[in-house]
C-alpha cells in the first residue's frame, strides 16, 4: 500500500512525501518527472523549507535531474535551491564543530554528557549531518552537573533563557528539566537538558537507564555519545507527537533511523514505551511513518497499531492539522486535548492534566522572578499566565 495513495495530502505535501522518500519505485519517479515538467517549484521549496525537509529535496531533484533539467525554471529555481542547501549544510558544519568543542570541554572537567537530535541524530539517521535541518543543540547531562554546566556555558559565552537569581542554580533543577543557552556573537544556540522532557508532558523516563547504556556517533573523526537506539526511537516519536507532527522532518526522522538500525530488538522497546506511558505516542510516529514514508514495520508492531482504536482519530486530526487542503488553525486552543488523548493510561491522563496545568516552565521564571522561599507560588504564576494567554485574549 502506497502512502500517498492512502492519505489525504494537500497536493504539494504529496509531492513533499515523495521528495522524502528513501526508496522510489518507477511509477513515483515518474510522477515526479511529470509534475517538475508542468509545475513551478516556487511553492514546493517554500513549503519543504516550512517543513524542515529542504536538503532532502535537493538531493531527490539531483538524483531525478543529473545535469538536465526539463525546463529552464527548474534550473534556476534549482540553482536558488542550492545556495540554501549549502547555506544549511555550512550552518551545520559549524553547529556540529561547536559541538564537538564543547564536548571536549565537559570531558575536561569529568562531566559526563550526551547529544541527541541535531547532528549526532541526523549523522545515525541520514548518514551525513548535512542531510538534515536543525536550528540547535540538544545535551543532556546528569542533575548532579546543573551547576558546573551552567558556569561553563557562561564561561564560553552563553547566556541563559532564565534569569537564575544568585546563589539558586543549585535549586534550579528542582523545578526545571532544561535550560536553553544562545550565544549572541555566533548565533548558536544549545539546550541543556537533565531530563528529556519537560515536566508538563508528566512523562517519568528512566533517567539512570539512559547513562547505562549508551551509543557513540562519530562526527568529524569525533566520537560523541549519544541515546541508545532503544531510548531514541521512542524518544523521537514522543518529541514529534507533543510537537502534534506539525513538519514532516519529525516523522522522516523516524522512518530514517529505523530504516538506518540493523537488527532491532522490538520487544524490548515495545516493553520500554508501554512501562514508560508512551505506547500510543510510540505507535503514533511509527504509524505516521509507515503511511507516509511505507516504513516496513514487523507485524507485531502493525497489530498493535490496528488494535489501538485512538489512533485513526488521532492520525486524522494531526493530517487535517497540518498535512491537508482543509487545514484547521485550531492548535493552541486543542493542544492540551490532543495531547490527553495521546496518553493511553488512565492515571497518566491525570497525571499530564495536572502537571500541563502547575508545573512551572523557564518562561514563568522570567515572568516573575521571587527568591527562593516564595518558589512555592509558580503553579499559581504559571495558572495566571495560562489564563491570559487562552481565556484572556481574543
Known sequence: ??????????????????????????????????????????????TASQHGVLPLLYHTLLTLFPGTYPTEEIKTELEKLRKQVRYLAQKNMFMSAELIKMFRQFQSLDIKVLAFKGPTLAQSAYGDITLRQYGDLDILIKQKDVPKVIALMKKNGYSPDVHIPKGQ??????????????????????????????????????????????????????????????????????????????????????????????????????????????????????????????????????????QDTALPKLTQTIIALHFSDTE????????????????????????????????????????LPLPRYLHFLYPLVRIYRLGQKYLFTK
Open 1 to 46: 500500500m502506497q502512502a500517498q495513495q492512502t492519505l489525504p495530502l494537500n497536493h504539494i505535501l504529496h509531492i513533499l512525501v515523495l521528495c522524502c522518500k528513501s526508496v522510489l519505485t518507477d511509477a513515483e519517479k515518474q510522477l515526479l518527472y511529470t509534475y517538475f515538467q508542468n509545475c513551478s517549484c516556487h511553492l514546493l521549496f517554500h
Open 169 to 306: 542554580t543549585d535549586h534550579l533543577h528542582q523545578l526545571l528539566t532544561t535550560i536553553g543557552f544562545d550565544k549572541p556573537s555566533s548565533s548558536m544556540r544549545i539546550e541543556v537538558h537533565w531530563e528529556l522532557l519537560s515536566l508538563n508532558y508528566a512523562v517519568t523516563w528512566d533517567t539512570e537507564a539512559l547513562w547505562q547504556k549508551t551509543d557513540t556517533v562519530t562526527i568529524n573523526r569525533s566520537s560523541l555519545p549519544t541515546l541508545a537506539f532503544e531510548h531514541l526511537l521512542p524518544y523521537i516519536c514522543v518529541h514529534g507527537s507533543k510537537h502534534l507532527f506539525e513538519r514532516m522532518e519529525w516523522i522522516c526522522d523516524i522512518d530514517r533511523i529505523v530504516r538506518a538500525q540493523p537488527d532491532i530488538d522490538w520487544e524490548k522497546i515495545n516493553s520500554h514505551a508501554k512501562h514508560t506511558g508512551i505506547e500510543r505516542m510510540y505507535l503514533l510516529g511509527l504509524s505516521l511513518a509507515h503511511r507516509f514514508f511505507d516504513l516496513p514495520l514487523p507485524s507485531s508492531i502493525l497489530t498493535k497499531i490496528e
Open 328 to 367: 484547521q488553525h485550531i492548535v493552541d486552543k486543542n493542544y492540551f486535548f490532543i495531547l490527553l488523548r495521546m496518553r493511553e493510561r488512565f492515571t497518566d491522563k491525570l497525571r499530564f492534566g495536572y502537571q500541563a496545568f502547575f508545573a512551572p516552565q523557564f518562561n514563568d521564571f522570567n515572568y
